[in-house]
């Protein structure tokens, strides 16, 4: 009964937890990244807002890469979300 009510502590914890992670995430996607708000992120758009950051063209087409799961050279947000 112990272990039960700990299971229910921890999800309900938890769970919470990991909406403010997407909801960040979403905020990084809209605010940051998806520059002319077509609900997608172009490698025109990934590599220049990482150029801001200071970080290499090369990095950042690594990057882009991964995260476009599909490999249709846009980065969804469901794409952008599933990605660590
Ligand atoms: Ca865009
Ligand atoms: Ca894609």
Do not use: C
């Not at 909801?23 to 150029?51: H, M, P, T």
Request: cysteine-free; aromatic content about 12%; proline content about 1%.
């Amino acid at each position: 009964m112990k272990n039960i009510l700990l299971s229910i502590l921890i999800i309900s914890f938890l769970a919470p937890m990991g909406l403010f992670a997407n909801d960040a995430k979403i905020k990084r996607f809209k605010k940051s990244f998806d520059q002319n708000s077509d609900g997608v992120i172009s490698l025109d758009e990934y590599v220049a807002v990482r150029a801001k950051w200071g970080k290499s063209e090369d990095e950042s087409q690594k990057f882009f890469k991964y995260h476009d799961k599909n490999k249709d050279g846009g980065i969804t947000l469901e794409e952008f979300l599933a990605s660590k």
